[in-house]
């Protein structure tokens, strides 16, 4: 399984990024494709995805309203549009797929190397 992130950079606090993730297209059909984050020094954070519960998308309390999840089916890419972005929003984000909760914590058995999103303040 490969994944591709891409579309990070650095931006002023209050902007814009969309951050891309392409992969296969057997690898798109198999799983739904969720976006983790991790900044230094922090634990590793599920921000949005498919919710393990249900059929529902997951949205972590800190991004709710401003990042919005989206797919494309004939380029099989997933979109991660964040807006009003904030400095703690600063990470290394990455898609992922095969995402379940066990014990209490996100996790993944696939997931890409990642795209630094750097928001200045």
């Known amino acids: 399984v490969q994944l591709q992130a891409s579309g990070g950079g650095l931006v002023q606090a209050g902007g814009s990024l969309r951050l891309s993730c392409s992969t296969s297209?057997?690898?798109?059909?198999?799983?739904?494709i969720g976006w983790f984050r991790q900044a230094p020094g922090k634990e590793r954070e599920y921000v949005v995805g498919?919710?393990?519960?249900?059929?529902?998308?997951y949205y972590a309390d800190s991004v709710k309203g401003r990042f919005t999840i989206s797919k494309d089916n004939a380029k099989n890419t997933v979109y991660l549009q964040m807006n009003s972005l904030k400095p703690e929003d600063t990470a290394l984000y990455y898609c992922?797929?095969?995402?379940?909760?066990?014990?209490?914590?996100?996790?993944?058995?696939?997931r890409g190397q990642g795209t630094q999103v750097t928001v200045s303040s």
């Open positions: 297209g057997r690898t798109f059909t198999r799983f739904d």
């Open positions: 498919p919710n393990w519960s249900d059929t529902s998308t």
């Open positions: 992922a797929a095969d995402i379940r909760r066990v014990g209490g914590r996100w996790i993944s058995n696939y």
